[in-house]
């Protein structure tokens, strides 16, 4: 009898731990799917009623279509998916070797890019700015895309060689040796044998990497301007000195999470796997 009081007490304990978990998911993702909500709906709203827009029935795709034809938006759309796949390709080319040598390698080479990668995640990005922006003033690649391009290149190489070398670190090296000591060489144990058993992380970290890229603005906006336009900073047009044209922007954003949305949905599994490596 004893028995059984304890075990409804465990199971009623259960119960409201279970319950207050879910309450706890509900306000979670309350946070982060009303503002979408609420963006989906101001960029449905006509212009006349954006600050209504929780009353009346009244929507309209006139903003999308706005927001679409504004100046220089599409070439913005290109500009930011060209660089977004460039950053992604070079910075995951750079990570793959560099991870590499952090998990596998010892020796002073490898303890100061450690250091240098390090200290390069611990110093804040807007402190970068007046001297990237001096930088590419003097070299004459402002407003272009290498300007742009090597700040996302430093950002990613720091971020992600730390997490490819915990995916190196987590395999067995056993197969490496094995096929060192059967006269492969180093770059054939690199590619045939340690890069295919982390395309799970690779492909994780790749798409983060473009989303990062297609999603940012700081660097963006101190070193672009109106020959390399890019996304984020042209939906930032539509504050002007008559306001702010709350539709428009709402259109216009909601146009570029399309792309993140897809490329989101088409790589799901692979985020999750490859972060679980």
Request: one cysteine or more; proline letters at 4%.
């Amino acid at each position: 009898m004893a028995e059984e009081i304890i075990v409804k007490g465990q199971l009623k304990l259960y119960g409201w731990r279970r319950a207050l978990w879910f309450a706890g998911i509900v306000l979670v993702c309350f946070f982060f799917v009303f503002p979408i909500f609420w963006l989906v709906l101001t960029a449905l709203r006509p212009e006349s009623e954006v600050f209504y827009v929780h009353r009346g029935t009244h929507f309209t795709l006139d903003n999308f279509i706005r927001a679409f034809d504004a100046p220089q938006f599409k070439e913005a759309m290109f500009n930011s998916a060209v660089l977004a796949t460039l950053g992604t390709l070079l910075s995951i080319g750079i990570t793959l070797q560099s991870g590499y040598m952090l998990g596998r390698f010892r020796g002073k080479l490898r303890n100061a890019w450690f250091g240098l990668i390090y200290i390069m995640r611990t110093i804040p990005y807007i402190t970068w700015g007046l001297p990237l922006y001096a930088m590419t003033q003097f070299l004459g690649i402002y407003d272009t895309y290498w300007g742009v391009l090597g700040p996302h290149l430093a950002v990613h190489v720091a971020f992600f060689s730390l997490v490819m070398k915990g995916f190196f670190e987590n395999i067995t090296a056993s197969s490496e040796e094995a096929a060192l000591v059967d006269g492969c060489s180093y770059w054939g144990v690199y590619f045939r044998i340690a890069v295919p058993q982390v395309l799970p992380g690779i492909f994780a970290l790749s798409l983060i990497c473009w989303l990062w890229t297609w999603n940012e603005l700081l660097f963006a906006m101190l070193l672009t301007s109106a020959d390399t336009p890019l996304l984020t900073v042209t939906i930032v047009q539509f504050v002007n000195e008559i306001g702010m044209e709350w539709n428009l922007m709402a259109g216009s954003a909601i146009i570029a999470l399309i792309p993140a949305i897809l490329i989101t949905l088409f790589g799901q599994k692979y985020i999750t796997k490859g972060l679980y490596m």
